[in-house]
């Protein structure tokens, strides 16, 4: 959906990343990023410069100075951010207590009302109602022709001729639900511009007299930077209840959505998803916000590494890495750590080098259950073997294999392993020291003092 | 939620300012009294986010102001309209040019992401066309999209304008090659071909508008003569990818910038100009037939950094 923006912050992130502690400086520069990556995304550079002072205030903070990995704590502080503006959880449109429950779409031209509507209807339907839709567009040549296609094919009734008045067809239609007993009422309004009085005046007639429940405006998840003129225009105008995203199946990233959330306050209901009717959903804030940022379950791992793991042992671990004097017990230490957060290779994305291992031992990532064999193989070793693997020749390779229960091959496995992750420290060791701009980049945490 | 309540409002008393801002032009800004400082950059940088043009083309140019006044060349705010206007008409120079409808028939495909405007800018086209005097066909390929094929015709008959079509759910491709071969054989003038829209990320969507294009050149050597992105001007960031994309899959002539009329001023063609080198051939400025018009830098550039 956004993968777009995500991709972005998560490169801008990643980079941070490796930054250990952070300063305010560092801070202010990820969000330099965080604000272009933002803009390119069409959120409004008014919501941007909000957006980003409230996350500032927040990641300068003591939490994230003192957290292991403030990359991703400072990806938290965005995500919580970015949910909380998009609104705290998922928005039903209750129905009427007195049926039909009437819903309006408004919207611009081309932003996808009628589709909209036809998908709505079906929503409806397939929860058990009987819905019915009003074809009030009156204006673009055939849109009455279009939701009738749409509503025969879907076997769903639409009101609405040729030469009536679209207040008429709502008129007329909030009748007809009422008393054929059909519900919610669907009422497809001419696309217009936000500055078109005259026909703001028709939508306004048609809310005082059909008094719809729910005032949805309509937009193109592709929009710029006018989503915020657009919907406050329209809000200001006619009202507007909730939002529905349309098109966001495209590589859009629908930063629009959060403008117009954080312009009018009011909540994104759905989003469309696709040219057919059945491709709509109900827009859930916390996915879109852990979308944007490409975080997913990685923020979860945040939450249980910071449960699971020993802060003073991952500082000796960096520390081990740094002097190369890092063993086969530390190897073992690492492993277990693993082993209680949950699957490898998600737990890649958010170790301190996470990122750098990723596709490199590629067997590590998808072999959890070498976890179990390479402990064992470990434990079957001498305490000689574990600080001095080089030690490690044919016969004793047989004898830990023996005594661990495993093969020959395994504990070569395990060994490549080993030596792999030592020789890609040494690489970002010697990065270091070569790309100066890349300094603390890579990998390593860079410990103070 | 109390947070989201208290900024909104704020957030809405600001840009109505923003607004009056950009409707009044810069005049306010670009008080010849005011210093040129950060401030002022950042401000002219959001002037130029606002109206779409992306933050990398604003800082570009905001960079290039700030190199002018570096030089001395920039002393006194007021000197940045002229400068800004300079700088987007250098970008522009050379992105208006005219459709070439020289061939006859001239075959003219219209595409784009859904909802931009195909069908109206096709019908809008064709009604010009036939103004000056032309023989025109439209032929309806959007043969998915409910009554996609009754809007164009409605629209035929509103121009006077003959409308080749099939069935609802027919091979475009075949409308296409009956359109072509009934375009040559009656000896229209041109041909404007509708097509269904499509988001540019759906592969199997782009290959069989590459296949249109395909029956259309193997039918007609060197046709189509012009390929044009419809691009409504609410469109962000987004527009790039989309003629990106579009440009990718079958080669653009050109790009028709619609709904100009709203409050959007388009900017993201000037991106599009810069870095793909596509012209921009038409612009939709309002619903009325004699609202398309034929892209002007001046004019444009005129709205985007509005005058003095």
């Known amino acids: 959906m956004l993968d777009a923006l995500s991709t972005r912050l998560q490169t801008i992130f990643d980079r941070l990343g490796g930054r250990g502690r952070l300063t305010e400086e560092n801070v202010q520069e990820a969000l330099r990023e965080v604000r272009l990556a933002l803009l390119e995304a069409d959120v409004n550079f008014k919501v941007v410069k909000t957006f980003i002072d409230r996350v500032k205030a927040r990641a300068v903070g003591q939490d994230v100075l003192a957290s292991l990995t403030p990359g991703h704590q400072v990806v938290k502080v965005v995500h919580d951010e970015l949910t909380a503006l998009l609104g705290g959880s998922g928005h039903k449109l209750a129905p009427a207590s007195h049926p039909p429950t009437v819903i309006m779409l408004i919207g611009l031209q081309g932003s996808g009302k009628t589709t909209t509507a036809a998908k709505l209807a079906r929503m409806y339907r397939t929860q058990g109602q009987h819905p019915l839709l009003a074809a009030a567009d009156t204006y673009r040549p055939a849109a009455q022709d279009q939701l009738r296609t749409l509503g025969e094919g879907l076997g769903i009734p639409v009101i609405g001729a040729a030469g009536q008045s679209p207040l008429a067809i709502c008129r007329e239609a909030r009748e007809a639900a009422a008393t054929r007993g059909l519900t919610p009422l669907i009422l497809d309004t001419a696309g217009r511009l936000h500055i078109d009085e005259a026909m703001l005046e028709e939508l306004r007639a048609i809310r005082r007299e059909v008094a719809p429940h729910h005032v949805l405006l309509v937009l193109d998840a592709m929009t710029g930077q006018d989503a915020v003129t657009v919907a406050d225009r329209f809000n200001q105008a006619v009202g507007i209840d909730a939002v529905a995203l349309t098109k966001l199946d495209g590589d859009s990233r629908g930063g629009a959505a959060l403008s117009v959330r954080h312009v009018t306050g009011r909540p994104i209901a759905f989003v469309g998803t696709g040219e057919k009717t059945d491709a709509l959903e109900p827009f859930h804030p916390d996915r879109l916000a852990a979308r944007i940022l490409g975080m997913g379950d990685v923020l979860s791992l945040v939450e249980k590494a910071q449960a699971t793991v020993d802060q003073e042992k991952a500082e000796e671990l960096v520390r081990k890495l740094r002097e190369d004097a890092f063993t086969l017990e530390d190897f073992r230490e690492q492993l277990k750590q693993v082993r209680q957060l949950g699957p490898l290779d998600q737990i890649l994305g958010m170790l301190p080098f996470g990122k750098m291992l990723k596709g490199a031992p590629k067997d590590l990532a998808d072999e959890s259950a070498d976890l179990g064999r390479f402990d064992a193989i470990i434990a079957s070793m001498t305490p000689g073997e574990r600080r001095h693997p080089e030690v490690i020749n044919g016969s004793r390779r047989q004898r830990i294999a023996r005594g661990s229960g495993t093969s020959v091959q395994d504990v070569n496995r395990l060994l490549k392993q080993y030596a792999q992750l030592k020789k890609m420290m040494k690489q970002f060791k010697g990065m270091e020291g070569k790309l100066p701009r890349m300094k603390n980049l890579p990998g390593f945490p860079t410990l103070r003092g | ?308």
């Open chain 2, 1 to 308: 939620m109390t947070f989201l309540a208290g900024l909104g409002a704020r957030l809405r008393e600001g840009l109505r300012r923003s607004q009056e801002y950009l409707a009044s032009g810069l005049g306010a800004v670009l008080d010849p009294e005011r210093p040129i400082d950060e401030a002022l950059y950042t401000e002219l940088e959001e002037l130029l986010i606002a109206a779409d043009l992306g933050a990398t083309l604003a800082g570009d140019f905001t960079n290039r102001a700030r190199e002018e006044a570096m030089f001395g060349t920039l002393t006194r705010a007021n000197q940045l309209r002229p400068l800004f206007r300079r700088f987007l008409l250098d970008t522009l120079a050379g992105a208006a040019q005219p459709l070439h409808l020289d061939h006859r028939p001239a075959v003219v495909l219209m595409l784009g992401v859904n909802g931009s405007g195909k069908t109206t800018t096709a019908a809008k086209l064709a009604a010009a066309l036939k103004g000056s005097g032309k023989h025109v066909l439209l032929a309806a390929a959007d043969t998915f999209r409910a009554a996609a094929i009754e809007q164009l015709q409605r629209w035929g008959e509103r121009v006077g304008v003959e409308v080749i079509h099939q069935a609802a759910g027919s091979d475009p491709a075949a409308v296409v090659f009956d359109a072509v071969k009934a375009a040559a054989a009656r000896g229209a003038d041109a041909l404007i071909v509708d097509t269904a829209g499509r988001l540019h990320t759906k592969t199997n969507l782009m290959d069989e508008l590459a296949k249109l294009k395909r029956v259309i050149e193997r039918q007609m050597p060197g046709a189509p003569h012009e390929s044009l992105m419809v691009l409504d001007a609410p469109t962000g960031q987004n527009g790039f990818a989309q003629a990106r994309m579009f440009h990718e899959a079958i080669g653009l002539t050109g790009v028709a910038l619609t709904k100009l009329d709203g409050t959007a001023k388009g900017g993201i063609v000037v991106r599009i100009v810069r870095e793909l080198k596509i012209p921009i051939k038409l612009i939709g400025v309002g619903e009325g037939v004699e609202d398309l018009q034929l892209f002007e830098p001046e004019a444009f550039v005129d709205a985007l950094v509005p005058g003095e």
